[in-house]
Every structure is written in structure tokens, then in C-alpha cells.
């Protein structure tokens, strides 16, 4: 029988949890993973906080404040530099290195470990959101989420899409070199499309049509509607679902073991 033929070994009953807890091991040694996804976006927070004028009401924001605006923001800063900056390196630094190609050949598949990955790197994004939201309230006064299920729907959505982007970045490069060139030159535009340079809500109206086709635009818009207290959009829930199936079948295309 050629090796091509050979069947693959049966999964191992509790395989996949014990490839999480390894990965969540290394990936708490990892410092400036955990700074970038979970202290930074918070500490963007406070900084611009600091900044009198961005906590006194404008009438140009309906009464809201800059850093009312911020919160939602910071929310989707952490899941751009995790799933962007952060999961995609350590993807292809396992492809470049032949492990995901020798646990083909194992009980242990290589998706137990993209998983994980994908699981870690959601989690550290929920935990940053709940930080973001704390400090946002106690700090500077801003209201929680006037719709939480909406709230978190959309959260979910905008998390979803923004790790199947990364899933993607992963998938089209072959080292970890282009994957840190692809990853930054995605992670900018994702930025703007997020609003971190300027609130979506205060761009001009045909930049704000614009963004809001991307999936980040779409969250944000999702995001402010359900922190104003109404249930988002079903088009941008509809654009950020669309987008999330879209890459993870284009990740699923072109993303190889080895």
C-alpha cells in the first residue's frame, strides 16, 4: 500500500482539548500578543480620554461624546490586531516548520490546532471587549450597550468575519515573512474601515456608504446602532455574515498543510 493509500490513524478521544491547553500555554508566554489584543485597545481608551475635549458633548455627534464613540472602537481594534496581527504568523510559523504536515500523519489533526488557535484568539478579543466596556463606564462615564443581544450579535458577527480574514491572510502565505507583510498591508485599511483614524458615523456620507460594504465598516455601524440602544441593521448583520462566509471559504480554498 503507497503512502498516499495509507489510511489516516483514527482521532484520539481528547485530542483536540489537549492541543488547547498546550496552545493556551504558549500562548500566555507570549507578552506582546497579550499587550497588542488585550492591554493596548484599553490603553488607546484612556489616552484619548485624557483628552478634555473628547469628553464634553458635541452637537455635530447628537449629543454623544468622542469617546462615547471610542468604545466600540477599542472593541474592534482587539479583534483586528488578534486576528490580523497576531493568529496568522503563528499559523503559517507552524506550516513553515512541517508540524501541521506531521499531525496530518497523526490521531491529533491539524485542524485541532487551527481551532485552537481560532478559539484562543476569540477569547482574548471577548476578554479585551469586556476590559474595553469596564473602563469605558467606570473611567469615563460612556453607557453600556443600550441592546446587549444586539450587542453581542453583532460583536459575534464582526469576530467571526475578522477571523475568517485572518484565516484568509494565513491561507495565501507561505512564510511567515509575507504573512507579516500581508497581515500589515490588510491591517491599516482595516483600521480606517473601523474608524480608529475617524469614526465611521463622522466620515462623509458617500466614505460612510463605502465603508460600510467592508465588514469592518458594517461592525462598527452594527456596533454604535446596538450601543444607542437599537437592535443593528439586519444589512450590515447581512454584510458581516456574507463576508464571513465568503473568506472562510477562501481560506478553506487555498489554506495547505504544507
Given at each position: 500500500?503507497?503512502?498516499?493509500?495509507?489510511?489516516?490513524?483514527?482521532?484520539?478521544?481528547?485530542?483536540?482539548?489537549?492541543?488547547?491547553?498546550?496552545?493556551?500555554r504558549l500562548f500566555l508566554r507570549d507578552?506582546?500578543?497579550?499587550?497588542?489584543?488585550?492591554?493596548?485597545?484599553?490603553?488607546?481608551?484612556?489616552?484619548?480620554?485624557?483628552?478634555?475635549?473628547?469628553?464634553?458633548?458635541?452637537?455635530?455627534?447628537?449629543?454623544?461624546?468622542?469617546?462615547?464613540?471610542?468604545?466600540?472602537?477599542?472593541?474592534?481594534?482587539?479583534?483586528?490586531?488578534?486576528?490580523?496581527?497576531?493568529?496568522?504568523?503563528?499559523?503559517?510559523?507552524?506550516?513553515?516548520?512541517g508540524i501541521l504536515r506531521r499531525m496530518?500523519?497523526?490521531?491529533?489533526?491539524?485542524?485541532?490546532?487551527?481551532?485552537?488557535?481560532?478559539?484562543?484568539?476569540?477569547?482574548?478579543?471577548?476578554?479585551?471587549?469586556?476590559?474595553?466596556?469596564?473602563?469605558?463606564?467606570?473611567?469615563?462615564?460612556?453607557?453600556?450597550?443600550?441592546?446587549?443581544?444586539?450587542?453581542?450579535?453583532?460583536?459575534?458577527?464582526?469576530?467571526?468575519?475578522?477571523?475568517?480574514?485572518?484565516?484568509?491572510?494565513?491561507?495565501?502565505?507561505?512564510?511567515?515573512?509575507?504573512?507579516?507583510?500581508?497581515?500589515?498591508?490588510?491591517?491599516?485599511?482595516?483600521?480606517?474601515?473601523?474608524?480608529?483614524?475617524?469614526?465611521?458615523?463622522?466620515?462623509?456620507?458617500?466614505?460612510?456608504?463605502?465603508?460600510?460594504?467592508?465588514?469592518?465598516?458594517?461592525?462598527?455601524?452594527?456596533?454604535?446602532?446596538?450601543?444607542?440602544?437599537?437592535?443593528?441593521?439586519?444589512?450590515?448583520?447581512?454584510?458581516?455574515?456574507?463576508?464571513?462566509?465568503?473568506?472562510?471559504?477562501?481560506?478553506?480554498?487555498?489554506?495547505?498543510?504544507?
Amino acid at each position: 500500500m503507497t503512502a498516499l493509500a495509507r489510511p489516516r490513524p483514527a482521532a484520539v478521544k481528547g485530542s483536540a482539548s489537549a492541543v488547547l491547553a498546550s496552545e493556551a500555554r504558549l500562548f500566555l508566554r507570549d507578552p506582546a500578543a497579550l499587550f497588542w489584543i488585550l492591554v493596548f485597545p484599553t490603553a488607546l481608551l484612556c489616552v484619548l480620554g485624557a483628552i478634555p475635549s473628547f469628553r464634553k458633548p458635541s452637537p455635530d455627534l447628537d449629543g454623544l461624546r468622542v469617546i462615547d464613540l471610542y468604545v466600540p472602537i477599542t472593541v474592534l481594534l482587539a479583534m483586528i490586531t488578534s486576528a490580523i496581527q497576531s493568529m496568522p504568523p503563528v499559523l503559517t510559523g507552524y506550516r513553515e516548520r512541517g508540524i501541521l504536515r506531521r499531525m496530518s500523519t497523526t490521531p491529533v489533526r491539524p485542524g485541532a490546532l487551527v481551532g485552537a488557535q481560532i478559539a484562543l484568539h476569540g477569547a482574548a478579543v471577548a476578554v479585551s471587549a469586556l476590559l474595553a466596556l469596564a473602563v469605558g463606564r467606570i473611567v469615563f462615564g460612556v453607557a453600556l450597550p443600550g441592546h446587549l443581544p444586539g450587542y453581542l450579535v453583532a460583536f459575534a458577527l464582526a469576530a467571526l468575519a475578522t477571523l475568517a480574514l485572518g484565516g484568509t491572510v494565513s491561507a495565501v502565505s507561505r512564510t511567515t515573512k509575507i504573512t507579516q507583510a500581508v497581515g500589515s498591508a490588510v491591517f491599516f485599511p482595516a483600521m480606517f474601515t473601523a474608524g480608529v483614524w475617524l469614526p465611521v458615523s463622522v466620515m462623509p456620507d458617500t466614505l460612510q456608504r463605502i465603508v460600510h460594504l467592508t465588514p469592518l465598516g458594517a461592525a462598527a455601524r452594527a456596533l454604535d446602532q446596538a450601543a444607542a440602544g437599537g437592535w443593528p441593521s439586519w444589512t450590515h448583520l447581512g454584510i458581516m455574515a456574507l463576508w464571513t462566509v465568503v473568506l472562510i471559504a477562501a481560506a478553506r480554498r487555498w489554506f495547505t498543510w504544507e
